[in-house]
C-alpha cells in the first residue's frame, strides 16, 4: 500500500489529464456533428415553410428519426461498454503491479499512457491541418497540367511523381471521374505515400487525366449544370483527348457517383466516337439495393435546396453529407468516435500515420453544394430501380439508357466493387451485371474491404491495382491498372 500511496500524487494528475482530454475531444465531436444538424435544419426548415411535408410525410420521417436514434445509442452504449471493461482490466491489472510491485504497468504509468492518448485524440484537429500539404490533388504545383477547360470542369494533367516514368503514347488516355458530391481530392489520397488511385496510373505511364467541377460558389454555369450538360462537355473533354493523343478513344474511369454518371454518358451514345472502354469504382448502378439509402423517407427537393445570392438553386452539401453519415450512424455519433480514435491510437503505438488525419480532412473539409440536377438524378437512382429489360430509370436527352447497349456500342467495361460497402452494396453495384451476360463485354472484380479502400489502398498486398490477385470472391482476377496496361500488350 506504501507503493500505491507514492503514485497517488502523479495518478491524481494523470487522471485529470485524461478527464480533461477526453471532455474536449467529445466536446469538439459533439459540436461538429451539432453544426451539421442544425445548418441542415434551417435549409429543411425553409422548405417546410414554402412546401410543407403532408402528415403521413411527418410521421415517415419521425419514425426514421427515432430508428436513427436508437441506433446511434446502442451503438454508444455497446461501444462504451466495452471501453470501460478493456479500461477496468488493464487498470486493475496496473493496481495489483503496484501493490505487489510487479513487473509492468503501475496505476501511474498506466493512467499516464491513457492520458497521452486521449491527449492525441483531443488535438487530432491540429493533425488533420497538418495534412492539408499532403493530401489531394495540388493543381498549382509543377506535377499538373491544364489540358482543357469547359463551362463547367477543367482538366488537368496528372504527371508521373515516380522517378524515372515517362509518359507512354502507345497507352489510351484515362480520364478520371470524381463524384461530386465529396470531391476530387479522394482520388489523390496521399500522393506521396503511394496512396493516390489517379497516380496509382500516372505512375506507370498511363496518359491519366481528372475531370475537376469548378468552384460552384462562384460559377454561375456550375450551379446550373444537369446531367445533359455534363454529356456534352465530357464529349468535349474526350474530343481533345484523341486529339492530344493521335486519335486513341478515351478510357473513361468514375468513381462512386461519377461511375454512374460515365455510365449514362457512354449509353447515350454521344460518346461513340471517342470513349470505347469503361472503368467505374464502386459505382451504384441501382440504388434500391442500398438499403441504408434508399430506405430513407422521400421528400421533395425544396429539403436540400438552398438559394445563393444570385438566386440559383443548389443541392445543400451539410445535408446531404449528413444524409450519407445517417447511414453510417453507428460508427458516426461523437462518443463512438472518440473511442474509435482512441483504440486507433493505442493500436499504433501513438503514430497512426497520415491515413487518418487524411480521411477525416476529406470527410470533414470536402463538402460542396451540388447542382440540383445532378442531385435529383442521383437521388432518381436511388428510389427506381432499373427496368426489367435493363433500361436505367433517368434518362438523357429524352432518351431511355439501356445496360445492355454496352455490347451494341462496343464498349468494354471493368467494374470493380467493394465487398464490404454498406453505402454501394455489392448488389447495388453489380446490378446490372445480368443484362450483359454471355457478351463478353463486362469484368466484374469483388475487391477486399470498404466503399473506399481502393482509392485510399491501391497498392494493398491482397488487392494491388496494378496486380493480378484473388478477390474476395475467391476468383483470379486484375487490377483496373493492369486491365489498361493489358490493353496495349
Not at 497516380?199 to 496518359?207: D, K, L, Q, T, V
Not at 470536402?366 to 440540383?372: A, G, Q, S
Request: with cysteine.
Amino acid at each position: 500500500m506504501y507503493a500505491l500511496a507514492k503514485e497517488l500524487p502523479e495518478l491524481g494528475a494523470n487522471v485529470a489529464r485524461y478527464m480533461v482530454a477526453l471532455s474536449r475531444a467529445t466536446n469538439r465531436e459533439i459540436a461538429e456533428f451539432a453544426e451539421s444538424c442544425l445548418i441542415s435544419s434551417q435549409v429543411a426548415m425553409k422548405a417546410a415553410k414554402e412546401n410543407p411535408l403532408s402528415v403521413w410525410q411527418t410521421l415517415e420521417v419521425l419514425q426514421h428519426n427515432q430508428q436513427l436514434m436508437a441506433k446511434g445509442m446502442m451503438s454508444a452504449q455497446e461501444k462504451m461498454t466495452g471501453f470501460v471493461f478493456d479500461q477496468i482490466e488493464e487498470g486493475m491489472a496496473a493496481l495489483i503491479n503496484t501493490v505487489y510491485q510487479r513487473e509492468g504497468d503501475t496505476v501511474a504509468t498506466f493512467m499516464g499512457r491513457e492520458a497521452d492518448i486521449m491527449e492525441a485524440v483531443a488535438n487530432f484537429n491540429e493533425e488533420i491541418e497538418k495534412i492539408k500539404d499532403d493530401f489531394g490533388f495540388h493543381f498549382s504545383s509543377e506535377h499538373y497540367k491544364l489540358a482543357h477547360e469547359t463551362d463547367t470542369f477543367l482538366m488537368y494533367q496528372v504527371l508521373p511523381l515516380k522517378k524515372g516514368v515517362k509518359v507512354r503514347n502507345d497507352l489510351k488516355p484515362v480520364l478520371l471521374v470524381p463524384p461530386y458530391m465529396l470531391g476530387v481530392h479522394i482520388l489523390s489520397f496521399l500522393p506521396y505515400e503511394n496512396k493516390s488511385y489517379a497516380h496509382s496510373f500516372a505512375n506507370e505511364g498511363i496518359p491519366t487525366y481528372v475531370r475537376v467541377v469548378k468552384d460552384i460558389m462562384t460559377t454561375d454555369k456550375v450551379q446550373t449544370t444537369t446531367p445533359e450538360d455534363d454529356c456534352l462537355q465530357t464529349l468535349e473533354l474526350c474530343k481533345k483527348l484523341v486529339e492530344l493523343h493521335g486519335g486513341k478513344k478515351v478510357v473513361l474511369n468514375g468513381t462512386c457517383q461519377g461511375g454512374y454518371i460515365s455510365l449514362m454518358n457512354v449509353l447515350s451514345g454521344k460518346l461513340a466516337d471517342v470513349c470505347d472502354t469503361l472503368i467505374t469504382n464502386v459505382a451504384p448502378i441501382d440504388g434500391t439495393y442500398s438499403e441504408a439509402i434508399c430506405g430513407m423517407p422521400r421528400m421533395h427537393h425544396d429539403f436540400i435546396t438552398t438559394t445563393l445570392p444570385n438566386g440559383n438553386k443548389v443541392a445543400n452539401g451539410y445535408l446531404l453529407s449528413l444524409g450519407m453519415r445517417f447511414v453510417a450512424i453507428d460508427r458516426e455519433t461523437p462518443l463512438v468516435k472518440v473511442i474509435d480514435q482512441a483504440a486507433l491510437q493505442k493500436a499504433t503505438n501513438m503514430n497512426p500515420g497520415k491515413t487518418p488525419a487524411a480521411l477525416f480532412r476529406w470527410l470533414l473539409k470536402e463538402r460542396v453544394h451540388l447542382p440540383i440536377g445532378i442531385a435529383s438524378m442521383s437521388s432518381t437512382t436511388f428510389q427506381e430501380p432499373i427496368g426489367a429489360d435493363g433500361t436505367l430509370p433517368v434518362s438523357l436527352f429524352g432518351k431511355p439508357l439501356n445496360v445492355g447497349d454496352l455490347a451494341k456500342l462496343g464498349v468494354k467495361w471493368y467494374q470493380n466493387y467493394a465487398i464490404k460497402d454498406d453505402l454501394v452494396t455489392p448488389p447495388c453495384a453489380t446490378a446490372g451485371n445480368k443484362f450483359l451476360e454471355g457478351t463478353q463485354v463486362i469484368e466484374s472484380v469483388a475487391f477486399h474491404g470498404g466503399h473506399v479502400a481502393i482509392l485510399t489502398s491501391p497498392y494493398a498486398k491482397r488487392a494491388p491495382v496494378n496486380g493480378e490477385f484473388v478477390d474476395a470472391l475467391g476468383n483470379k482476377v486484375r487490377g483496373p491498372v493492369k486491365f489498361i496496361l493489358d490493353m496495349a500488350a
